[in-house]
Each structure stands twice: as structure tokens, then as C-alpha cells.
């Protein structure tokens, strides 16, 4: 069964960090595009982050570069979404999806609140 498990998410204050873990299982983990995405409250689901399978392309949202990395690790079958310099506008939930051509899975979503 495919499972992608969010953790690490929790509360924060602003100019704190936090790093989001993603363990998948069940499908070929290196052959998928790993991406993080957060809804906030009364907003649509944004892309934050994205990595290539072999992590050699890595793409941000304007909002999180130069503060969020993230990366993977194709052994552990692991993405992570390292988060520093965090501000309130951060607060969502982040959710952790694998893509391959036209299939897409996706996490429960893991919670994230920055605190003023």
C-alpha cells in the first residue's frame, strides 16, 4: 500500500526552524518527483517545494527561497523540507506528494504554526 507520512511539523516562533520529514512507502520511491505543498487556512493549496528523483533540480516558491531547502534521500525513501527563518505567513498545512507522469500521491499533511 502506498503511504506517505508526513512528521516534524509542530509550533514554532518566527525566526525559528523546523524540519519536515516525508517516509514513503510502497511504490518506487527514486523513480518519483518529490514535492512539499502547504494550504494555509482559507487558502488553496500552493506548492512550496519540489525535487528531481536523482535531486540534481530543486525548485522553491518565490516566498520560501533562501530560507527552505529541500532534499531527499532515495536510501530511506525520506523527504525532508528543512524550514529556518520561519514566519507567521509559514503557518499551513504541509503536505508531502509523489509524482510520476500522471500519478500522483499524496500525504495526510503534517501541521505547521509560526508564531508572531
Known amino acids: 500500500q502506498v503511504q506517505l507520512v508526513e512528521s516534524g511539523g509542530g509550533l514554532v516562533q518566527s525566526g525559528g526552524s523546523l524540519r519536515l520529514s516525508c517516509a514513503a512507502s510502497g511504490f518506487a520511491f527514486s523513480s518519483y518527483t518529490m514535492s512539499w505543498y502547504r494550504q494555509a487556512p482559507g487558502k488553496e493549496r500552493e506548492l512550496v517545494a519540489s525535487i528531481a528523483i536523482d535531486g540534481g533540480s530543486l525548485n522553491y516558491a518565490d516566498s520560501v527561497k533562501g530560507r527552505f531547502t529541500i532534499s531527499r534521500d532515495n536510501v530511506k525513501n525520506t523527504v525532508y523540507l528543512q524550514m529556518n527563518s520561519l514566519k507567521p505567513e509559514d503557518t499551513a498545512v504541509y503536505y508531502c506528494?509523489?509524482?510520476?507522469?500522471?500519478?500522483?500521491?499524496w500525504g495526510q499533511g503534517t501541521q505547521v504554526t509560526v508564531s508572531s
Open positions: 506528494a509523489a509524482r510520476r507522469v500522471l500519478r500522483t500521491f
